[in-house]
């Protein structure tokens, strides 16, 4: 079973704060991504990375940077946080092969509230 | 531009009543359609892809190029179909890596 999880469920921050937000899959996946997810906006990507050390911007990527130092595991943090980027967080990894191809496996989701 | 477009934020059915859940795309050049569900306190997964032409839970979706349309339809609904449901799209200018999710559409279906 592929898994794929993020390292809170719920995190409640300040404005200004420098906030980090794990993910890790165990599936050798080659590709994973960060969302955001918004009621009536639906999910927008912020970066992806196909590789290690290797990133690409998405739709709104403007707040945010990512780390992926390791296969398995891709950060994204927030430099400072502003209460706009409150929302729910969401990691997906893929394979880029095999009967799963181009399927993306998500995490449970991390809701971020910011004060 | 790829675009992904889920016309009803909402649809609220009877159980054991038909569901088509709208979606239409632009995009040119000859994507991968998908139907992605999330229920209440679960994480998104992936329901059905058009290349598989195969039925999940009794949900079928079929491309129709023609109308850049891949609408999800189900004959009879039941209480536990009720959640959110993406349509999503990739393509060969992403070299199929990214996805284009559309708003969403929540299902209610009451008894």
């Known amino acids: 079973d592929v898994k794929v999880t993020q390292s809170s469920r719920y995190l409640v921050k300040r404005t200004g704060e420098k906030v980090f937000l794990e993910c890790v899959q165990d599936m050798d996946h080659e590709n994973m991504f960060w969302y955001r997810q918004d009621p009536g906006l639906g999910l927008r990507l912020i970066y992806f990375?196909?590789?290690?050390?290797?990133?690409e911007k998405g739709d709104i990527p403007e707040g945010y940077s990512v780390s992926r130092e390791k296969k398995e595991r891709f950060s994204l943090i927030l430099e400072s946080a502003s209460t706009n980027q409150t929302s729910m967080y969401l990691c997906?990894?893929?394979?880029?092969?095999?009967?799963?191809?181009?399927?993306?496996?998500f995490g449970p989701g991390t809701r971020l509230t910011v004060l | 531009a790829q675009r992904v477009t889920q016309p009803e934020k909402l649809l609220s059915v009877f159980k054991g009543a038909p569901v088509e859940l709208k979606c239409n795309y632009s995009?040119?050049?000859?994507?991968?359609l998908f139907w992605y569900v999330q229920y209440s306190r679960q994480r998104l997964q992936l329901l059905l892809r058009?290349?598989s032409r195969e039925s999940i839970k009794g949900f079928t979706a079929d491309l129709n190029k023609g109308e850049t349309s891949f609408h999800l339809k189900k004959p009879f609904a039941q209480e536990e179909d009720s959640a959110m449901y993406y349509c999503?799209?990739?393509?060969?200018?992403?070299?199929?890596?990214?996805?284009?999710f559309g708003k969403g559409t929540m299902l209610l279906v009451s008894p």
């Open positions: 997906a990894s893929n394979p880029t092969a095999g009967v799963d191809y181009n399927e993306q496996f």
């Open positions: 990375s196909y590789d290690v050390k290797m990133k």
């Open positions: 058009h290349i």
């Open positions: 995009y040119s050049g000859s994507p991968e």
């Open positions: 999503a799209l990739t393509g060969p200018h992403s070299g199929y890596s990214t996805l284009t």
